[in-house]
């Protein structure tokens, strides 16, 4: 056999598809388009479900308050205070929010309405789920133990507790965007119960505020008094210690010091002057006495500096007449000499008056210096006081140290005592203050149509909601459709050439028809009878191409001949194969009308069933062969004496007898001398040999036969064959793969073809050349040719 791979081929494409680029529009509204039954019982029972729920729902009323909480209502009442900050407005709002939504402010609206004798809220009808509960519990309560029945206390107290609940769960409190007002809205099943309830609740929470700031003042007024009490009988108590400290320790001065410190004090400033004075007439003594140290003569020029610190009139004349004597002494001796008797006079007179004023001088400075003793003895004796006194303080002091700290507590005790009284004569006055820091600012009004259930929006959300899901629906079909469904998820996904589509006949026993799973009847053709009414002769199996060749079916096996033509020409005898995955897949039925087709060209063509465990093609015969392909590879009869001829289409069956369809090495037989030289001798005979082989994932019967054939046709069931099955088969026998001249899904159902092609396909343009398919087959599996003018007549 000539084993030479006709054509390179690729299994799968070598480069892969950006996916990431962009979203293919085209796929996307195919796949809308093809799954749009789904989306639309989706939408419909999302409606559906929405109808039902507005139906059965109970109309709920909404009524709505705002309430505006300002702390600037009581500022005529309490002092200002700063700004407050953006944070600390925000707390207050929060809390404000949450008070509305606490439960003892919705017990006091309980008990304000009386809502627990309301039976609309605290007793409404049950529902069924209520009801299954309700009956859950009575089993329950009749398996455990027994307990009490509830007083008539704790039944009132149980419904109060649950209106609160119900409340609770029925209002809603928010802030107004970045105000201080606050929406408060209740939901009830009655119109006027909301209006009355929000009302209510504002009032409470008004009221709430008022009492809430009473008893704060209260406490705190309480305390303050205790408080107050405590600290002025302290304070008595400190200021009373240390008036006796003071008496004890002999403390007790006019101006509050002790008496050693301000003797200590008045003794320092006299030391200080005293210092100042002795210092003086230390000065003063010891410039007279250089006066005096200089002589008579230089007592007279020195007189002057004397004379300013002395009052003594007495040298003040000397020292004129001094004065003027010298200026007539310098006047005669300079007109008359020195020698002159009156200049001589005049300097006697000048020498006693200079002992003079020296003498003077001398008494002088005898005075100051009597009074430079005198002062010297004064600071002295002062600084001996100072001494005396100074160590006398150094014992009061240690005394004085105790005493601050005892007038210090007293005076923090009196501080503190004045601050307390402040505060409760505050809090007392705040204690009466009638206004609350909050006002209504819109009044609840009456509900005149239910706030739920919405029905334009629970519709329009019920349209959206079921889109939503018949899409996720519909893309979770998408992502579990794994199987081949037109001619370009073949090209794409495995690389082989498509040969065509072969419809779905339409019927179970059509479908028995392709599968070669038929029960075995006579024929009409070959002269047996066949019961009355039954579809699954000969004939029609066998010859649906060739009683019908202008249909689609016809068109797509006579587009397989061309292919085997054009990839085998030029051969003497061509070997096809007919292969599948998986039984089923219509192969028997393809190699049968395939073979018969070709057959009614013109060709002598040849039909082996080469499926030794499931032999298809002999069940569709109407008798069971006696002998078949056995037999003849075994050379135990000739193949003409197994060989069926149908008269019609002049085609050359070799069947596989039921006797032989449990033989455990059919592999082997395939592949046998036998069945080369059985091939070998009918080349002669035939010009084309179409063999049915068995699945490939089941057995390796078509891999043991592949050797003798020059190509494959590839079977596949449209809508059912997984394409991973396919790859998996072609990727792990690629010499099968190499001669495989196409594919062919079969069983297509050809109404739903369009809606799995891209816009533009040809398969989503069938209905402008469906025309071009004279011939039809019924759902049994009938030929109907066309009908001519002649037929309509």
Request: one cysteine or more.
């Amino acid at each position: 056999m000539d084993q030479v791979n006709y054509r390179p081929i690729t299994i799968f494409p070598s480069e892969a598809k950006d996916n990431d680029t962009f979203i293919d529009l085209d796929k996307l509204w195919s796949a809308a388009m093809r799954r749009l039954g789904v989306i639309i019982t989706c939408v419909i029972v999302a409606v559906v479900l929405a109808g039902i729920y507005l139906f059965t729902a109970h109309p709920m009323y909404t009524s709505m308050t705002n309430i505006l909480v300002d702390e600037n209502l009581s500022r005529f009442a309490e002092d200002q205070t700063d700004n407050q900050s953006a944070q600390l407005i925000d707390n207050q709002m929060s809390s404000a929010v949450e008070i509305l939504k606490s439960k003892e402010l919705a017990m006091s609206v309980v008990t304000a309405t009386k809502l627990d004798e309301n039976d609309a809220i605290v007793d409404p009808p049950s529902s069924p789920v209520d009801l299954v509960k309700g009956v859950v519990k009575s089993i329950v309560s009749l398996v455990s133990p027994g307990t009490p029945p509830p007083t008539e206390a704790q039944i009132r107290a149980g419904k109060r507790e649950k209106a609160a609940a119900i409340l609770q769960q029925s209002i809603t409190a928010e802030r107004t965007g970045r105000s201080s007002v606050i929406a408060l809205s209740i939901r009830s099943p009655e119109a006027g119960l909301s209006q009355q309830l929000a009302k209510a609740y504002a009032s409470s929470y008004l009221t709430e505020q008022l009492n809430a700031n009473f008893d704060a003042t209260e406490r705190a007024s309480v305390w303050l008094q205790e408080r107050m009490t405590d600290l002025n009988h302290r304070a008595q108590q400190a200021s009373l210690a240390v008036e006796q400290f003071k008496r004890d320790h002999g403390l007790i001065s006019p101006r509050g010091e002790l008496m050693s410190s301000q003797q200590l004090s008045d003794l320092n400033s006299q030391l200080i002057a005293a210092q100042a004075d002795v210092a003086t007439a230390s000065a003063r003594y010891n410039q007279y006495k250089a006066i005096i140290d200089k002589g008579p003569d230089n007592a007279v020029q020195n007189a002057v500096v004397s004379t300013r610190d002395t009052d003594n009139t007495v040298l003040q004349d000397l020292r004129k007449r001094y004065t003027t004597v010298n200026d007539r002494e310098q006047g005669i001796v300079q007109q008359f000499g020195a020698d002159h008797p009156q200049a001589i006079a005049l300097k006697s007179e000048k020498t006693d008056l200079a002992n003079q004023i020296f003498r003077e001088l001398q008494q002088l400075t005898s005075g100051f210096h009597n009074d430079l003793d005198v002062a010297s003895s004064r600071e002295q004796s002062l600084r001996d006081n100072i001494r005396k006194v100074a160590g006398h303080n150094a014992d009061s002091n240690v005394s004085m140290v105790q005493l601050a700290e005892l007038q210090q507590k007293a005076d923090a005790l009196k501080t503190l005592y004045q601050s307390y009284l402040g505060r409760f004569e505050q809090a007392s006055q705040l204690q009466s203050l009638p206004i609350a820091k909050a006002r209504v600012i819109s009044e609840a009004g009456l509900p005149i149509s239910p706030s739920s259930p919405k029905k334009t929006l629970t519709m329009a959300l019920s349209i959206v909601l079921g889109l939503l899901i018949g899409c996720a629906v519909a893309a979770l079909l998408e992502f579990r459709e794994r199987f081949f469904r037109t001619g370009d998820d073949v090209q794409e996904k495995i690389g082989m050439r498509f040969l065509g589509y072969l419809p779905k006949i339409g019927s179970a026993q059509a479908d028995e028809l392709q599968t070669g799973h038929a029960h075995n009847h006579p024929d009409p053709a070959e002269g047996v009878a066949m019961p009355a009414g039954d579809p699954t002769s000969f004939r029609r199996r066998m010859r649906i191409a060739v009683e019908a060749p202008r249909s689609q079916f016809a068109e797509t096996l006579r587009n397989t001949k061309l292919a085997c033509d054009i990839v085998l020409q030029g051969r003497k005898c061509s070997v096809i194969g007919v292969v599948s995955c998986l039984p089923g897949e219509g192969k028997s039925m393809v190699a049968a009308n395939l073979a018969g087709l070709i057959s009614a060209s013109g060709v002598r063509t040849l039909v082996i069933d080469g499926d030794l465990r499931n032999p298809g093609l002999s069940k569709m015969l109407a008798s069971e062969p006696e002998v078949g392909l056995v037999d003849v590879v075994l050379q135990r009869v000739p193949w003409t004496a197994a060989a069926r001829v149908d008269r019609k289409s002049r085609l050359t069956i070799l069947p596989m007898t039921m006797r032989n369809q449990n033989l455990a090495h059919t592999s082997e037989l395939l592949a046998s001398t036998g069945m080369s030289q059985f091939l070998e001798g009918i080349k002669d005979t035939f010009d084309v040999i179409i063999v049915d082989l068995a699945p490939m994932i089941p057995v390796i019967d078509a891999k043991a036969f592949e050797p003798y054939v020059d190509g494959f046709v590839f079977v596949t069931e449209w809508g059912v064959t997984p394409v991973k099955a396919v790859q998996s088969v072609l990727r792990a026998e690629p010499q099968v793969a190499a001669k495989t001249i196409g594919v062919i899904l079969n069983k297509t159902e050809m109404g739903d073809l369009r809606k799995y092609a891209d816009p533009g396909a040809p398969e989503s343009l069938r209905a402008t050349y469906s025309n071009y398919y004279k011939d039809t087959i019924d759902a049994k599996g009938n030929a109907v040719p066309a009908r001519t003018p002649e037929h309509a007549k």
